[in-house]
């Protein structure tokens, strides 16, 4: 069975500081996207981050970036210099199957 | 570029009552989605549309929810008659056509039954 598991129910960070999002997800097939997406308070939910499974390379854009881990099934976001916008849930997707999310606050 | 269009944004209604979401995607998106999203969770699939054709519907509870695609654009989600767990945030998405393009995500419609 496909499933993504976010393991973190809330984080909380300082401002400027990094933190990161656990993902993990099972899977049988061998090329696939996985996403994180960003949703705001009362506010859509948005695209942060794609990675391809083929591309050795992590995906990264401006303050965000994924460590992935193929073998271990295991998709993970970093945010750096984390700012007041980013206190929002994170979801960890495959397809159109979606993580539990993580609360992110930030403290000031 | 327009984004996701959905209504009514919130929507109350007895146990035992009809409602029906209407949702508008970004033109020239072939993929619709409908979610559910209760309140601490995940959204979770109901039903994906290719164009005006059903690709998963395996997670609809058949029996009182339905959901069309018309002329492979717009899309209307209908729950009759309602249960007190139905109360969630119903969201339409949209993509290009396949599964690894971007969801683009509407507003949601919260639905409470009382």
């Known amino acids: 069975a496909q499933t993504v598991t976010q393991s973190q129910p809330e984080m909380s960070v300082q401002e400027a500081e990094t933190v990161t999002l656990s993902c993990t997800y099972d899977t049988s097939e061998s090329d696939y996207y996985l996403f994180w997406y960003k949703q705001p308070p009362s506010r859509q939910m948005i695209l942060v981050i794609r990675q391809e499974a083929y591309k050795q390379q992590n995906a990264t854009e401006n303050r965000f970036s994924v460590n992935f881990q193929k073998a271990a099934k295991s998709f993970s976001l970093k945010i750096s210099d984390s700012q007041l916008g980013d206190a929002a849930m994170y979801f960890c997707?495959?397809?159109?199957?979606f993580g539990t999310g993580t609360r992110l606050k930030v403290l000031a | 570029e327009a984004g996701v269009a959905q209504s009514p944004r919130y929507k109350i209604i007895e146990k035992r009552q009809s409602v029906a979401f209407w949702c508008n995607p970004i033109s020239g998106h072939a993929t619709l989605y409908w979610y559910q999203q209760i309140l601490g969770q995940g959204p979770k699939l109901l039903i994906q549309f290719q164009n005006n054709g059903v690709v998963d519907d395996s997670q609809l509870p058949k029996d009182r929810f339905s959901a069309e695609r018309l002329k492979g654009v717009d899309s209307t989600l209908k729950i009759q008659p309602a249960k007190l767990e139905d109360s969630a945030v119903y969201l339409c998405?949209?993509?290009?056509?396949?599964?690894?393009?971007?969801?683009?995500f509407g507003p949601g419609t919260r639905l409470t039954v009382l």
């Open positions: 997707a495959y397809k159109y199957i």
């Open positions: 998405a949209s993509s290009l056509l396949f599964s690894y393009n971007e969801q683009f």
